[in-house]
């Protein structure tokens, strides 16, 4: 099968499409016929060495998949060959690609859609319901609002019950993105970005702040939280961790949490009721899987490019 491998710890370069042994399930693993893997950020710091693992290369790249089931090891009642799925998985990046769970698709949703919902979709409605704790009424910011997470996350934090959602974003085509998602959007390269969120909340700061930029924007949302207000930190693409000091946290009762998806697939049930909750609302046309760009298999590098360009908005699938 073809499948695109990491060569080095590098540039989008060191991503090649090599021909290799299809794999094999074992007890407890479906093979999936790869229709759509959706390109989560995970990927691009994985390749950049981000993670600090010592890999073994040349080593498999993708985290999530929609397809097709082909032959499982699961036992009686697991889904039949050509039930359509999606996936969390290790080497989604590929024709083929082995996981340990699968979850049915219902009927009308997207290969292309589905492909992005185990992790992006995931992680939106984890840092809204779960560490953030919105509760109906809320105001909430979404940083990086026109990406995978935050198109997602503007949708979500509405559905779930927020009175006000407002995205950030830093190019005019994203900013629109997010307008038409029913966000109040803020460029957050302007200096006074922070006295904007508190002029869209007639100056009393908004509940809930999800914070995937780190650096000064995660400092400075402080500034725009409201009393006992809380904020997810669950990312760093400005390539600066979150600085901030417990002693700025105290005067308002702030409270900061963080959130990794990893962490979450280990506890019992860490995702079902999350990814049971996205199926209903896709299902029926309330959430919409913003697709940005659709690129072949062997175009993976150019993907990776895109996102590290910051051009990309809503989802990025790669299709076999």
């Known amino acids: 099968m073809r499948a695109i491998r990491m060569h080095a710890i590098g540039g989008p370069e060191v991503l090649r499409l090599d021909q290799i042994d299809t794999p094999v399930p074992g007890p407890g693993q479906v093979l999936v016929k790869v229709e759509a893997a959706g390109i989560a950020y995970g990927d691009v710091m994985k390749r950049q060495g981000g993670f600090g693992q010592e890999l073994p290369l ?7 998949v929609a397809g097709t089931v082909v032959i499982h090891g699961l036992g009686e009642g697991a889904p039949a060959p050509g039930t359509r799925v999606m996936a969390l998985v290790e080497h989604g990046y590929a024709e083929y690609a082995l996981t340990s769970a699968v979850t049915p698709l219902p009927a009308g949703i997207e290969f292309n859609s ?4 185990p992790v992006q979709g995931v992680t939106a409605y984890q840092t809204l319901r779960e560490a953030g704790g919105l509760r109906q009424g809320e105001s909430v910011l979404v940083h990086a609002a026109a990406g995978g ?18 995205g950030t974003a830093s190019q005019p085509k994203k900013l629109a993105h997010i307008s038409g998602l029913g966000a109040v959007a803020i460029d957050y390269h302007s200096d006074d970005w922070p006295r904007k969120v508190l002029d869209a909340t007639g100056g009393q700061g908004v509940d809930l702040v999800l914070d995937s930029v780190g650096g000064s924007v995660a400092a ?12 997810v930190s669950f990312g760093a693409a400005s390539g600066t961790p979150a600085q901030v ?4 946290l105290m005067p308002k009762n702030l409270s900061l949490t963080g ?43 150019e993907a ?10 809503g989802m990025t699938v790669l299709v076999p």
Request: charged residues 20%; proline residues 5%.
């Open 259 to 301: 959130y990794a998806l990893p962490g979450r697939l280990q506890q019992p049930g860490g995702v079902e009721a999350a990814i049971e909750e996205l199926l209903r609302y896709v299902a029926a046309g309330r959430l919409e899987v913003a697709i940005g760009q659709v690129f072949p298999l062997e175009k993976a590098d």
């Open 245 to 248: 000091s417990s002693m700025s």
């Open 304 to 313: 990776h490019r895109a996102i590290g360009r910051r051009n990309t908005t």
């Open 149 to 166: 997470v935050g198109s997602l996350a503007v949708q979500l934090a509405k559905l779930l019950g927020a009175r006000l959602v407002i």
């Open 58 to 64: 040349p080593s498999g790249l993708g985290l999530q």
């Open 220 to 231: 400075r949302s402080l500034d725009c939280l409201a009393p006992f207000g809380r904020m």
């Open 114 to 117: 589905a492909a992005t919902l």
